[in-house]
């Protein structure tokens, strides 16, 4: 194996502090997910009065730990692991959608990495977080309307498309746009010196 064959495996396989950094991702997002249902349930119920579906844009909140423990680990697995435990998280403190919410939070770490895969693990930038939380608000749109527990599983066909647009351009926007944000700020105070996101401050927000 050549030198930069095996740097390339190197730096892609996960490192104590890696699994430690995204474990308390994983904890904050817990708690965030927590909050942000406790917040949803209240702010839902005028939008439900409006227009049921305009609630998916409330869906953000629920997929920050996937696309922010991407942007920090920069590792692949890192947004289906950050998520998925963030959402056990939410479950161990009690969520009003019961054991629902681990694969909720399953499909929508996956929505996130399977977009930083399509980039081989090698794009970070503002474009991708985008597209990291809309693919995530996507899968979770379609989690909400077609699996068995879907909460809007008897909404009508056009609704249901409402809903899945709303969820991603919720996701793009909160988890996406604000984890990025969020990750050029922490760079900033030098906590990310072990990762590669180190010099996120710095990186071309298009490049």
Partial sequence: MS????????????????IVVAALIAIAGGIIFWAWSQGAAAVSAPMNAVYPPLTGLLAGGWMIPAVLGMLIIRKPGAALFCETIAAT?????????????????????????????????????????????????LFCGLNDSFAPWGWNIAYSGGDKLAYIVFTAISGAVIAGALSWIATR???????????????????????
């Fill in 89 to 137: 998280g939410e479950l161990f403190m009690g969520s009003q959608y019961g054991a629902s919410v681990l694969f909720s939070g399953f499909v929508q770490g996956l929505g996130a990495e399977i977009i930083f895969a399509i980039f081989v693990y090698r794009k970070f930038n503002l474009p991708v977080s985008l597209l990291a939380g809309a693919g995530a608000g």
């Fill in 3 to 18: 030198t930069a064959a095996i740097k390339k495996t190197t730096s892609r396989s996960w490192r104590v502090v890696d």
């Fill in 185 to 207: 700020g922490l760079a900033r105070t030098g906590v990310l010196a072990s990762f590669a996101s180190r010099k996120a401050a710095s990186e071309p927000a298009f490049s």
